[in-house]
């Protein structure tokens, strides 16, 4: 496979179209997903490439323009999915590369298995030639779609040897490549060990993206992360069974407030069935812009809001130079 002549130039934003200007991008949902298989959420599988674009067009409709869908390897990502969402909506999306925690991958899958070099050799192909088809070692050609983000995740309270062993990999895959890492913290736990880790790796903090610290809505710990200068990606809008959008409406102006605006992102990270409007679930995929978005402009203004879901987003997301 050639290497040099599908290389993006530096700081597009790679979809699975195809790279584009960062300013292309438009309002961006930074974390959600459209097929997703896990072990670690039996039941919960959702793998219709009509029913995503059902939900993705409805979302469109509502002001979307923009998806990182960020299912990594070994949990049901689908390359010719995305494409067949992107085509048939014209909404953007950016595909993850990268590997999720411990929980998603049994025991005895490759993944657990698998050297640095090798975890790292999969993350850098997907991103420079064309995701690998389906999860595994096999030799069956690579989907013409490329990732634009690599995803890696920790445990809660501790990251195991093992997801250290994927935060290296994911490491070596940025250097290589340029390409925004998206950590999973296991509710909001770890930040700083995963900064810590990354950075020693060659990592600069403004590449560095973490998911879900809003399961821990701690105002004085997110300054404190925010100031080291990794992004902070907010995704429990209409998760109610967590806590009301009012302490997120709150945790999000309490930012703004303290100057770390430009340091969020926001998405709805659907990851199971059950969340979906198109099969039959709820919040769907038209939260965002639907309910959360006008109830977070009343509160922080236009503007603001604005920044946030573009501006933070083609930041994060855009290639920097290897
Ligand atoms: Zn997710």
């Avoid at 179209?17 to 959702?46: C, M, S, Y």
């Avoid at 850098?124 to 990732?147: F, I, N, Q």
């Avoid at 890492?181 to 900064?195: F, N, R, S, W």
């Avoid at 099969?279 to 006008?294: A, D, I, K, Q, S």
Wanted: hydrophobic share 40%; proline share 6%.
């Amino acid at each position: 496979m050639p290497l040099v002549s599908r290389q993006p130039p530096s700081d597009a934003v790679v979809t699975v179209l195809g790279p584009i200007a960062p300013e292309q991008l438009g309002v961006t949902d930074a974390h959600d997903h459209l097929f997703l298989r896990t072990p670690a959420l039996p039941g919960q599988e959702f793998d219709d490439p009509d029913r995503a674009i059902e939900e993705v067009d409805t979302a469109k409709r509502g002001g979307l323009q923009a998806i990182v869908e960020v299912t990594p390897i070994g949990c049901g990502r689908r390359p010719a999915g995305m494409r067949a969402v992107a085509e048939s909506t014209g909404v953007h999306v950016v595909a993850a590369t990268g590997y999720h925690r411990d929980a998603h991958y049994p025991q005895g899958h490759w993944v657990r298995e698998a050297s640095v070099e090798l975890l790292a050799k999969r993350i850098v192909t997907d991103l420079k030639e064309g995701m690998h088809p389906d999860d595994w070692l096999t030799e069956a050609p690579l989907d013409s779609a490329r990732a634009g983000v690599i995803k890696a995740g920790a445990s809660y309270q501790r990251i195991s040897a093992l997801e250290e062993r994927r935060l290296v990999a994911t490491a070596i895959g940025h250097r290589e490549t340029g390409a925004a890492i998206l950590v999973h913290t296991e509710i909001g736990t770890c930040a700083d060990a995963i900064i810590d880790l990354l950075t020693r790796e060659g990592v600069v903090p403004e590449r560095i993206i973490l998911a879900h610290l809003d399961r821990n809505p701690d105002l004085d710990l997110h300054v404190e992360v925010a100031a080291r200068g990794v992004s902070l990606e907010y995704d429990t809008p209409g998760r109610i069974k967590y806590r009301p959008d009012s302490q997120l409406l709150d945790l999000i102006a309490g930012m703004v407030d303290a100057g770390h605006g430009d340091r969020l992102l926001l998405g709805l990270d659907l990851g199971q069935r059950d969340y979906f409007r198109a099969y039959g679930g709820g919040p769907g995929l038209t939260y965002l812009m639907g309910t959360f978005v006008p109830r977070l402009r009343r509160r922080i203004g236009d503007q603001t809001v604005h920044a946030i879901l573009v501006a933070n987003a083609a930041r994060a997301f855009a290639l920097s130079r290897p």
